[in-house]
Structures are given as C-alpha cells and as structure tokens.
C-alpha cells in the first residue's frame, strides 16, 4: 500500500490552455481546453478526480478488494484498474454483455487486464439488475469482500471530488462543457463552480448515450446526496450522441479529424469528440454571446 499517499495527494490544476478556432472567434467567442486528461501520469482521463475520495474511502475500511461495472469502452474500468495496480489491491471489473467473453478483448479492456483486473462479463439483464441486492450479493459471493464503486465511479464522493474541477475553472470561463456518461462529473463541476459569490459559470453536460435527458434525474440526485440539493447553473443538451455510447458517425469522425489538424489534440470519440462537436455547433448557431469564454473541459 505504499504508492497510496502519492495516488491519493490533491494534484496540481490541470492545465487550462486557450487555443485559436475561427468558427468561434467570429462569433467574438473565446475557446479554452481544460486538460483533465493530463491530471494524472497513470489514470486515464479526469478519473482520478471521481477516484480519490473513493480510494481514501476503501484504504480507511481496509478493502484489499475493488469491484466495479462497465461497458466494453468503459475509461472507468481501465482507471480502476490502474489504481488496483498502483495500490496493490485485486480489481474486478463487471462487464456488461456476456457475449464478449469468447471474442478479443478490445484495447479497453485489453488494458484493464493488463493491469490485473479480472472482467467478469454479464449477460444484459442481470447487467442492468447490478444494483440489485441480490445480484451485488451474488458477486460479492463470486469475487469476495470488496468495496463496491457503481458503473462510471458516480457517486457521492466522487461527485465531492469533481467540484475541485468547478473549482479550478471559476472566474476564468463564462461557460464549461463536458461529456456526460453517468452525471458524476457534471454534478461535481457545477457545484464547484457555484462554491463562491454569485451564480458561477453555466455548465453544459453533452450526454454520449442516445436519450441521454434521463441524466438530468441523476446529475440532481448526486448533487442532493453530495451537497444537500441542486448547486449550480448547469443543463444537459443531448443532441450530440451520434448514435449512442461507444458509437460514432462520419460527421463526428470528419469533425473529430479537422479538430485534431487545427489545435494538435485528436480527440477520443467516445466522449471528447463529442462534447467538442457540441460546442462548435452551438457556437456557430449563436449560442453563446460575443464576449463568452467557454472552456472546454478534455476528459480521456
């Protein structure tokens, strides 16, 4: 357990990069990269922030053990992952879609076993019953005492952890965008970025999953249990899925691509690409006033 102080210290801000895009600046808007993915050498993505609290929280009850859920994509599986590696403790990782247990293990979850995690893949139904008593008690049965994280790492600490991002990017954008897969990120940011005088930044979450308005219910029910109700000025707009989670389409890929040869990042096209193409629209749709500075939060 000696690499746990060195996970588990607060991190140095991420770095807030302003770059140059025309089809903002015509509009007199100014575009800045949050660049979550650079908080942590070994976690992908801002999982860290959704991890810290929760990993403090298992070392205090003296889990040897963490078992979590993901889809086949999932960035939380891999952090969980690499976290089990860097504390020395068992990782199981529950996968939605049994069938995937007879094919190659894509990159994600290549990674996620590499690491020493062990993918339990589920059939669908019971997937989708993972919260169940029963079924957790099922697994706990199968994998051992574990300190159990829910699918994406939302939950209330990790939406207290993510509050340090709202935090960090007070007072410097008018506007912060990010991808949304389970609320947690969202729920935090918003709160962070209220915890001050005044209403704070607009937060706008771009769920990746097609019908992604359901996490409007679950970005509020993270902040009441966090932070005791709604904090913040926060919305959804979830017309940027391009067909679902882990999905994409030519036009994302043609955007993501042109993103990638004008600032030098391509980015990822589960979550990234898809918050970034949001934005860009809005923007051009005249959205957001001259004057605004929106940041841009790059999460994996």
């Known amino acids: 357990m000696s690499a746990a102080p060195s996970l588990l210290e607060p991190q140095p801000p991420s770095p807030l990069t302003e770059v140059a895009d025309e089809r ?59 976290a089990g590696r860097l504390l020395g403790l068992r990782t199981v990782g529950v996968v939605r879609g049994e069938e995937l247990a007879d094919r190659p293990l894509n990159p994600s979850l290549a990674r996620a076993a590499a690491d020493g995690m062990r993918l339990d893949f589920v059939d669908r139904a019971t997937y989708r019953r993972k919260t169940e ?56 940011l918003a709160a962070g970025l209220a915890d001050g005088p005044g209403q704070g930044a607009e937060a706008i979450g771009f769920p990746v999953l097609r019908g992604g308005a359901f996490l409007a219910a679950d970005v509020l029910r993270l902040q009441e249990l966090a932070f005791g109700g709604r904090r913040g000025n ?14 994409t389409s030519p036009a994302l890929e043609e955007f993501a691509a042109d993103f990638g040869r004008r600032h030098g990042l ?29 940041a841009a939060v790059i999460t994996g």
């Open 24 to 82: 903002l600046a015509r509009h007199g808007v100014r575009l800045l990269l949050k660049r979550d993915d650079l908080i942590h050498p070994e976690l992908p993505g801002n999982k860290y922030r959704k991890l810290r609290l929760n990993l403090a929280a298992a070392a205090e009850a003296g889990h040897g053990t963490l078992l979590t859920f993901g889809g086949a994509y999932s960035n939380h599986l891999r952090a969980v992952a690499a």
């Open 234 to 247: 926060w919305r959804l707009d979830d017309r940027f899925h391009h067909g679902g989670f882990a999905r």
């Open 266 to 294: 391509d980015p990822e096209r589960v979550y990234v690409a898809k918050m970034l193409h949001g934005v860009v629209t809005l923007a051009g749709a005249g959205a957001f006033p001259a004057g605004t500075r929106v």
């Open 133 to 188: 008593p029963a079924v957790l008690a099922s697994l706990l049965a199968r994998h051992g005492r574990a300190y159990v994280l829910p699918e994406g790492g939302s939950n209330t600490a990790a939406a207290v952890g993510c509050a340090d991002l709202g935090r960090e990017l007070r007072g410097a954008a008018d506007v912060v965008a990010v991808a949304c897969g389970t609320g947690g990120t969202l729920a935090g």
